[in-house]
């Protein structure tokens, strides 16, 4: 994906979440919907979430979400977790989603949202991080 000013775009952080857009996630369009994106998202910060908080993670909050181009059934979605901030219990993490159509075209941004996920025990309750790695 290349900006106005030539350079190329490239995914932010680290692969946390990598699958093809199936048929069981398409609209009365063809188009994968939205929702279906939407959850994945949700899932690559709790994996990532997960992997920071050595343990169970509940999600708290899902930022706004734009979608910059449409998804074909069969797209390779990637998306790509950065830790912005790190509280006593709770992570604040930007998910990039990135597609590449089955036929190899240019990758290219699908969306991006902050998610916001607790640590929480076996009990359910919010515990405290283990200190950064």
Known sequence: ???????????????????????????????????????????????RAGQEACGRVATVSVGRMTFMSAVLKGTVLSFYTEVLERGHSSLRIRVECWGQCPDGRELRKVTAAECVQVAINADGRIRRLPAAQ
């Open 1 to 47: 994906m290349r900006r106005e000013d030539g350079q190329v775009l490239q995914p932010a952080g680290e692969l946390s979440l990598q699958l093809p857009a199936s048929h069981d996630a398409v609209n009365m369009f063809g188009d994968v919907y939205g929702g279906w994106v939407s959850s994945q998202v949700v899932l690559a910060s709790e994996i």
